[in-house]
């Protein structure tokens, strides 16, 4: 039904299993290729893996802070991405078949799954003409304030306003509700224009709390937050236990382990 290759373009027809030969033996067959650039164009011979292709596609150059050097993500975003992306041109060239009876090649350049999820730094370039300078925590565009992660007394926690209603309900979680009224914060481009002020009022009333006791107030107040956690902590995670993502298992060999199931859900299957 599908083939998946993620060799290198050219190494499959070298090998005498490329889409022609094999299309040509089973016209039915789905033939889906990942690559770092793709099957054809300047680029197509250049090896690729994630951190290069952070590189290349522009994620690099807007990750880390302004005063700092282009930085990688953490996880290998490019390359997941790039599964994600492929599983569903797959599921889509299947659904395809079963209209038309014949199968489709199927082609994800990891370049290219990456490109999209840089919309809002993309919309500096053409809205401004100017490459988007790398912003941290702040939004990539510098289009919402409050929007950034801030300091606790015992960690950070991340805060995201993206309407007047989030800083109104962020102004009242504080106490600080004449916030909510000032001209210089009220409307959120004026947040934006006065960044480091609409920043330093939110970390002088989270850095008086632990992150727990920021976070809490925050969510009563149903502003979008979350508490900057390191992976043990999110491996004990009580949300994705319950839900059956995370489960432990005795393994003959290894003991327990923490193992994970799949983030795809097909309920009643």
Not at 33 to 59: F, H, K, R, W
Not at 214 to 238: M, S
Request: net charge negative; with cysteine.
């Amino acid at each position: 039904d599908v083939l998946l290759e993620n060799y290198a373009p050219g190494v499959m027809d070298r090998l005498g299993v490329g889409w022609e030969a094999l299309s040509a033996i089973n016209p039915r067959l789905v033939y889906a290729s990942g690559s770092g650039y793709g099957l054809s164009g300047p680029d197509a011979a250049n090896l690729a893996m994630d951190v290069t292709v952070q590189a290349a596609s522009g994620m690099m150059g807007v990750t880390g802070f302004p005063d700092g050097p282009p930085v990688k993500a953490g996880p290998a975003v490019a390359d997941f991405l790039s599964g994600t992306h492929l599983y569903a041109g797959v599921m889509t060239a299947l659904f395809e078949r079963e209209r038309t009876g014949r199968g489709r090649l199927v082609e994800v350049a990891m370049q290219e799954a990456v490109y999209p999820s840089l919309a809002s730094n993309l919309a500096v370039v053409f809205d401004a003409g100017r490459a988007p300078p790398r912003t941290g925590n702040r939004h990539g565009a510098m289009a919402a304030a409050p929007y950034n992660v801030y300091p606790c007394a015992d960690g950070h926690v991340a805060i995201i306003g993206v309407t007047d209603g989030h800083w109104r309900a962020l102004c009242a979680a504080m106490g600080r509700p004449e916030l909510a009224e000032d001209p210089r914060f009220a409307a959120k481009v004026a947040r934006v224009r006065r960044i480091e002020e609409t920043d330093a009022a939110v970390a002088e009333w989270t850095s008086a709390r632990t992150r727990d006791e920021a976070v809490a107030a925050l969510r009563a107040g149903r502003v979008p937050c979350a508490p900057v956690r390191d992976l043990v902590e999110v491996t004990q995670d009580p949300h994705m236990r319950g839900r059956g993502m995370l489960f432990d298992i005795d393994h003959p060999e290894y003991g327990a382990l923490t193992v994970h199931g799949s983030p795809l859900r097909l309920h009643g299957a």
